[in-house]
């Protein structure tokens, strides 16, 4: 396995998202599922920024499950971004499906995600590779931790060392939560590469109630940050309404982190 690990194993230069360093500050990253207007996007970024949040997740492509469900708002929503972005005075990270829209959503991005459904993208992850912005790169839900360090290599031998892994959860034979939260995968990636590794407890449970135990724990493992869905109604959420963080819990949950 060894030798087909190359640049992960190798110490870079550290990741600077807006004054945070990765790896040496915990990386808060919170904000919608999916950007659903202007002013839920600002109302959003406001407050979580004010909590305490570092970078805002601001997606406006979404891969759903069913073709039916709300897809995002395609590049509309880029407009929104920037407006908030600017606004706000915030950095934001955008999922990136497809490598035709690597070049526009680099125009508004300050990092890129590559969700779990692409985490094995080829073209994608090249396409990414070639970029300068830091790559947030999610774990496939039924991805190896060796599929999963491989895939940073498809994004590392391009040039761009810039890669946050982040474990979201994988499929197993559990019924109560979406997907099971594999925390010994952050202490097993920080032994196999030297890159850091976020959280996103959010996905992995699919209920907002398990949201801030699963960050906790997160964070007691080494995780180098979480990522978390924050809506200011989730019930009338597009998408994911209930897995995503009120404001009140958002609240709870930074001050629970620091205690
Ligand atoms: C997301 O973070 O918006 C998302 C779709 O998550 P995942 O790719 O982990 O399912
Ligand atoms: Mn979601």
């Known amino acids: 396995m060894s030798g087909e690990l190359r640049f992960v194993n190798q110490k870079h230069k550290p990741i600077k998202i807006g004054s945070v360093e990765v790896g040496k500050d915990f990386l808060i990253v919170a904000g919608p599922c999916a950007v659903e207007s202007e002013e839920q996007l600002l109302k959003t970024a406001r407050f979580v920024k004010q909590y305490g949040a570092h970078l805002l997740r601001a997606n406006v492509f ?43 959503v680099c125009k508004v991005a300050d990092v890129l995600q590559i969700g779990a459904r692409n985490m094995q993208n080829f073209p ?22 060796r599929e999963w360090l491989c895939a940073a290599e498809y994004i590392m031998k391009e040039g761009n060392f810039k890669v946050i892994l982040c474990e979201r959860g994988i499929r197993t034979f559990v019924r109560e939560t979406r997907f099971t939260l594999d925390l010994a995968s952050v202490v097993v990636v920080k032994k196999k590469s030297k890159l850091p ?63």
Request: contains cysteine; negative net charge.
């Open 62 to 104: 979404k891969p759903r499950t069913s073709p039916y469900s709300f897809q995002g708002l395609g590049k509309e929503g880029l407009e929104i971004v920037k407006r908030v972005k600017d606004e706000v005075r915030m950095p934001v990270v955008i999922e990136v499906l497809h490598p035709r829209d690597v070049e526009e």
């Open 124 to 145: 994608l992850l090249e396409e990414v590779g070639k970029t300068d912005k830091p790559v947030i790169l999610k774990r496939g839900f039924c991805a190896t931790i």
């Open 197 to 259: 590794v976020i959280v996103d407890p959010s996905h992995a449970a699919g209920l907002s109630d398990l949201v801030i135990p699963l960050a906790k724990a997160a964070k007691a493992v080494g995780s180098d940050g979480i990522m978390v869905e924050v809506h200011p109604n989730p019930s009338t959420a597009l998408s994911d309404a209930r897995q995503q963080l009120n404001f009140e819990m958002f609240e709870r949950l930074m001050r629970e982190l620091n205690d």
